[in-house]
């Protein structure tokens, strides 16, 4: 139970940064093409105020952030090829699949 719990852990940590940031900006252009209210992703709650940046400073930090994104993909990739299944076919158990290798499979999926 203890290694699937590290997995799964260990997913929300590093994999899930990785694929959100590739994932998440195609999901979003495909909903407002289809007619999506743009309000629901751009709109701040009460009380938070948006940084204002200039483009070169988004441009700058969105490179900062994929590059970042890139990088923890491939050690994540890494970690789990020649680290956690290296020995094994399965991330937590010998004999078989556990939820953890669904979670990160479901998670490598979307890219």
């Given at each position: 139970?203890?290694?699937?719990?590290?997995w799964m852990h260990w997913s929300h940590g590093n994999l899930r940064f990785a694929?959100?940031?590739?994932?998440?900006?195609?999901?979003?252009?495909k909903m407002i093409a289809m007619g999506a209210d743009t309000?629901?992703?751009t709109d701040l709650p009460p009380g938070v105020t948006r940084e204002v940046l200039?483009?070169?400073?988004?441009?700058?930090k969105a490179a900062t952030r994929k590059a970042?994104?890139?990088k923890q993909w491939k050690d994540a990739m890494l970690?789990?090829?020649y680290g956690a299944l290296k020995a094994s076919p399965f991330l937590a158990s010998?004999?078989?699949p556990t939820i953890a290798d669904l979670s990160l499979y479901c998670e490598i999926d979307q890219i």
């Open positions: 139970r203890a290694k699937i719990q590290q694929t959100t940031g590739v994932f998440r900006p195609i999901m979003i252009k309000k629901l992703y200039t483009a070169e400073q988004k441009a700058s970042l994104q890139e970690t789990m090829t010998k004999d078989g």
